[in-house]
């Protein structure tokens, strides 16, 4: 008897779960004029990606957009927001790579121009709104849009 009573306790609890699931995707995926929309968030900017080899291990890579600068150590992409950009945009894509085990020599340095276009990634009619661009640092080709 006490297992056909912990077997209506583990029913009833994965019943009121999934009704509360339910009741969160339906509020929480609503918009103005009862669109439904999904919950991705998402920023303004630029996001640049390479492929693991690429570059040397423990490398030190250094992503200027516009004169704005982020920094980071043994990474696999970097991203760097904008949320003052407000619309489509040319920017001046710059990405350094250096190695620090050949005391901080220079691997990398591109640079090339880059346009931030509209993405609404929750779909139309459905915030946020961003302006965005994907780019891949190719070692023989430099910086890239990915296809």
């Not at 303004?44 to 080899?53: E, H, K, N």
């Not at 950009?85 to 640079?111: F, I, W």
């Amino acid at each position: 008897m006490g297992t056909h009573r912990n077997h209506r306790y583990v029913r009833a609890a994965v019943a009121v779960t999934a009704a509360a699931a339910a009741v969160l995707l339906a509020t929480g995926c609503q918009s103005q004029g009862g669109r439904v929309c999904t919950l991705i968030g998402a920023e303004s900017g630029v996001t640049v990606t390479w492929q693991p080899g690429d570059f040397p291990a423990g490398a030190h890579y250094r992503l200027c957009v516009d004169g704005t600068c982020q920094e980071r150590r043994d990474a696999a992409f970097l991203n760097l927001d904008m949320p003052e950009v407000t619309g489509e945009k040319q920017v001046t894509v710059r990405l350094v790579v250096t190695d620090p085990a050949a005391s901080h020599r220079t691997v990398y340095d591109r640079s090339a121009p880059f346009t931030l276009r509209r993405h609404a990634p929750n779909g139309e009619g459905c915030g946020p709104v961003v302006w965005s661009t994907g780019v891949r640092a190719d070692p023989v080709r430099g910086l890239v849009s990915p296809v």
